[in-house]
T-cell receptor
Framework: NAGVTQTPKFRVLKTGQSMTLLCAQD?????MYWYRQDPGMGLRLIHY???????AKGEVPDGYNVSRLKKQNFLLGLESAAPSQTSVYFC????????????????FGPGTRLTVL | EDQVTQSPEALRLQEGESSSLNCSYT??????LFWYRQDPGKGPEFLFT???AGEEKEKERLKATLTKKESFLHITAPKPEDSATYLC??????????????FGKGTKLSVKP
């Protein structure tokens, strides 16, 4: 099993350009998440999905859109990139989310390092 | 507001020098506390989940413990390959976080040979 994979690994954008980050998981997980990680800030949740066709906002959703057309894929879009979106983006997935015990742990991809000039 | 604080921010140890990392939390009902390891340039790697006060889990040189207010990650006789950033996250039963993980800023551990 590949686990959680992310494409691309690195990207440089100019302000105002758009792009899509792709996340794929082969663990048949229901839940998928997009985080950003900035120095001194820790991991912050951007958007998440509780199943195919559903998405929800996390802590820092502004400037991002997401789609979950297939259970195994979760896409993160930047319509008009800004320098403040320079960050490392991580995708994660989990089997469940609200169980009393067990299977709530999230598994992370290797990350995408995005620079917006 | 649900919150996680990790200390220290950075810790330097000699090989074989045991120590502990701290994760203090405030949540509106704890569903679970998670420990992750993150190597430079990589994604977080899951280590442990703890669900109730008094629970302990071990993996090689690592042992995680949980109380009602904090968790400790004990590292016994560390080796250089244990060098990494260790992240703590909590999941609340209730409140505005909707069951999503709330992460601390991490403790960067360096183990010198």
């Amino acid at each position: 099993n590949a686990g959680v994979t992310q494409t691309p690994k690195f990207r440089v954008l100019k302000t105002g350009q758009s792009m899509t980050l792709l996340c794929a998981q082969d663990m048949n997980h229901e839940y998928m998440y997009w985080y950003r990680q900035d120095p001194g800030m820790g991991l912050r949740l951007i958007h998440y999905s509780v199943g195919e066709g559903t998405t929800a906002k996390g802590e820092v959703p502004d400037g991002y859109n997401v789609s979950r057309l297939k259970k195994q894929n979760f896409l993160l879009g930047l319509e008009s990139a800004a320098p403040s979106q320079t960050s490392v983006y991580f995708c994660a997935s989990s089997y469940s989310k609200m169980r009393l015990a067990g299977n709530n742990e999230q598994f992370f991809g290797p990350g995408t390092r995005l620079t917006v000039l | 507001e649900d919150q996680v604080t990790q200390s220290p921010e950075a810790l330097r140890l000699q090989e074989g020098e045991s120590s502990s990392l701290n994760c203090s939390y405030t949540v509106s009902g704890l569903r679970g506390l998670f420990w992750y390891r993150q190597d430079p340039g990589k994604g977080p790697e899951f280590l442990f989940t703890l669900y109730s006060a008094g629970e302990e889990k071990e993996k090689e040189r690592l042992k995680a413990t949980l109380t009602k207010k904090e968790s400790f990650l004990h590292i016994t006789a560390p080796k250089p390959e244990d060098s990494a950033t260790y992240l703590c996250a909590v999941q609340a039963k209730n409140g505005g976080s909707q069951g999503n993980l709330i992460f601390g800023k991490g403790t960067k551990l360096s183990v010198k040979p």
